[in-house]
């Protein structure tokens, strides 16, 4: 699957909820709102990367892991979009100039 396939997923997902949104609060989260679930999301992580390391117990950890990756790749991708921000071309640009100054750290 193509990023901009994924990209396109996250969105039709965020749409859904934006109409539960409605439904149940009579308006979508802004995006400050999304960002503090992000949040939550990335301490969920935390905890199952310890379960996944062997230093907290979680049943079916590696599933649950899968799963919160996701969830977390999905509120960037929602983020992203709703800020305005073209994510691939961030990503790509970011790791090119990454490669480049850690490689030149490495030459020195």
């Known amino acids: 699957m193509k990023f901009s ?4 997923s996250a969105l039709q997902l965020n749409d859904l909820y934006e109409q ?18 992000f949040v939550g999301d990335v301490g969920d992580l935390a905890k199952l990367i310890q379960a996944n390391a ?5 049943d079916d950890c590696k599933a649950k892991l899968g799963h919160e990756l996701s969830d977390c790749l999905w509120s960037i991708m929602v ?4 800020c305005g921000i073209d ?19 490495l030459r020195t």
């Open 5 to 8: 396939d994924l990209e396109k």
């Open 20 to 37: 539960l949104e409605i439904k149940r609060w009579g308006r979508i989260w802004t995006t400050t709102e999304l960002a503090l679930g």
């Open 54 to 58: 062997g230093i907290r117990d979680i």
């Open 79 to 82: 983020l992203a979009n709703k």
């Open 87 to 105: 994510l691939e071309a961030a990503f790509v640009k970011n790791t090119e100039e990454l490669v480049e100054y850690v490689s030149g750290e």
